[in-house]
């Protein structure tokens, strides 16, 4: 971990750089979760994630008895409430179309806050936050499709669970991420496959395991659970979030190159149109957070 934290500190160093590449892992990512999804059960796939992340953390497994109540409310919460049903609904949609949605989750967050912690939150970021979900919204209604409409409501319903999450990750800030990570999978794992297991027309575990959907989930895990989220929290904690925040907003455009390199997908001009009201209000949202 030392030469690895090493050979990552020069985009660490600067945070436009590092920002970039945990853009680009990001984004790549959801590519990469439809890749395997389309070989392999929603339930399975988590499992296997999760089992699998598990195992690469397991040096981290240390936490005080204390902790393991608020951790496994955590799990609970972030790996079912949100990983499981994301996975869910990124099987029913594109991964463009997904990469759009998840853009979501820090106003969600904001939103949590405001109702419930009574932080601040601006009007201007209110229609922001409108704005962005009727971008979305708005061609995915027009489309009248089920299972695509059924897809967006499952991936909201994540983001807004993953902004639950966040409100609980505050008791145990003191815990490294890594830690974190790891309990989220080892508990989160066994339930996902039971619940696999409880599927009455489950296909068996061999023909899901695939080439595709082991590349899918090491790069799920290697690339976007441990490589990103290392990068982004020691980004975060070194500079000042609002130095880099706006650049997330390139991810969905990451999402739309890869998504058409690797599968062949493209957006409507309806859905190019309401992207870019999603990203010039994400982009608002952004910088009226900036100046509350």
């Not at 799990?75 to 463009?96: K, P, Q, R």
């Not at 319903?157 to 990750?169: D, K, R």
């Not at 595709?212 to 659970?225: E, R």
Request: a positive charge; charged letters at 10%.
């Amino acid at each position: 971990m030392k030469s690895a934290a090493r050979w990552l500190q020069p985009l660490i160093d600067q945070p436009v750089s590092g920002a970039l590449a945990v853009v680009l892992l990001w984004g790549l990512n959801v590519v990469m979760m439809k890749i395997g999804l389309n070989d392999m059960s929603p339930l399975l796939f988590t499992a296997s994630r999760f089992a699998l992340l598990a195992l690469v953390l397991l040096p981290f497994w240390r936490i005080a008895r204390h902790q393991f109540r608020d951790i496994a409310t955590l799990a609970l919460v972030m790996g079912i409430g949100h990983f499981c049903t994301l996975a869910i609904g990124i099987s029913y949609v594109d991964s463009s179309v997904a990469g759009l949605i998840l853009l979501l989750g820090a106003p969600c967050s904001s939103l949590l806050a405001f109702l419930f912690l009574n932080e601040r939150l601006r009007p201007v970021q209110v229609l922001a936050l409108l704005g962005a979900v009727a971008g979305i919204a708005t061609p995915i209604l027009l489309q009248q499709q089920v299972e695509l409409q059924l897809g967006a409501v499952i991936i909201l319903f994540s983001m807004l669970v993953w902004a639950a999450g966040n409100l609980l990750v505050r008791r145990i800030s003191d815990l490294p991420v890594l830690t974190v990570q790891f309990w989220i999978g080892i508990i989160s794992s066994p339930l996902c496959m039971l619940l696999w297991w409880l599927q009455p027309d489950s296909r068996p575990f061999s023909e899901q395991l695939t080439g595709n959907s082991i590349a899918s989930l090491l790069y799920v895990v290697g690339g976007s659970s441990v490589l990103a989220y290392y990068i982004w929290y020691r980004l975060i904690s070194r500079h000042s979030i609002n130095r880099i925040v706006n650049l997330t907003l390139l991810q969905p455009l990451v999402t739309m190159g890869f998504g058409y390199l690797l599968l062949d997908e493209m957006l409507s001009g309806l859905q190019l149109t309401g992207a870019a009201v999603t990203l010039a209000a994400m982009w608002l949202f952004y910088q009226a957070r900036q100046r509350a």
